[in-house]
């Protein structure tokens, strides 16, 4: 996929996104980085993140989205309770942004190479397969995890707040979005909310409309100020 502006956003699957070819900027819970050709990016479920094309460079890159409950069994499990729900619920332990001198990094990449592969060529049962290879992708982030540092208080809260919007505009997005309602869900003045959001995306709320308008249909938002 050749990369457009992905405005903040968040889901409840896990994902890798695999830099192909070119560069960019990928921001995950509001860390930013440059990304090149080689690099992995992990995100868990919940995590914002958005994608940006750099101006002097184009950027090919693949998604490999799964649900957590792939690795979950229905009843409580040492690989469930031991690891991949604590690895949710605390981000931190584990490296996002990997690029190629990450410690496991040939490790992780192989595995990715085998699923392609099976999801290419899709033998019978490669479904038994592909999952076994997500358990080993989780070995290697699980085995290799970092004592990294943790978000701050004041920077949780402005994620917090961005997902409150970001989930009011796309529940909302085929009705006129009154600016004063938004503000009031995040306890903040019309004014103070443009200023937030502006700061977050650089041209206030409307790209977000626009994103959310194409992935609907193509509605058109329209703003009650």
Not at 37 to 43: E, M, T, Y
Not at 206 to 216: A, G, M, R
Request: net charge negative.
């Amino acid at each position: 996929m050749s990369a457009k502006s992905v405005l903040h956003h968040w889901h409840n699957e896990m994902e890798l996104i695999v830099i192909q070819k070119g560069s960019g900027i990928i921001s995950v819970d509001f860390i930013t980085h440059e990304v090149k050709a080689g690099d992995i990016v992990f995100v868990l479920p919940g995590q914002l993140h958005s994608i940006k094309q750099k101006k002097e460079a184009r950027m090919e890159y693949e998604n490999i989205l799964f649900q957590p409950s792939m690795l979950l069994c229905g009843e409580p499990d040492l690989c469930g309770t031991d690891f991949i729900l604590p690895l949710m619920e605390n981000p931190a332990t584990i490296q996002t942004f990997l690029t190629p001198d990450a410690p496991a990094y040939e490790s992780l990449s192989g595995c990715i190479r085998k699923i392609d592969n099976l999801c290419d060529s899709r033998p019978k049962g490669y479904q038994l397969a592909v999952k076994g290879w997500l358990f080993q992708l989780m070995f290697y982030l699980v085995s290799n995890q970092q004592t990294l540092k943790q978000p701050s208080q004041s920077h949780q809260k402005h994620m917090d707040k961005l997902k409150t919007i970001l989930k009011y505009v796309e529940e909302h997005y085929n009705e006129p979005l009154i600016i004063e309602d938004m503000a009031n869900l995040i306890h903040y003045s019309k004014s103070h909310f443009m200023k937030f959001f502006q700061n977050t995306y650089e041209y206030g709320i409307h790209p977000v409309s626009q994103s959310l308008s194409n992935e609907h249909g193509g509605k058109t938002f329209s703003f009650d100020r």
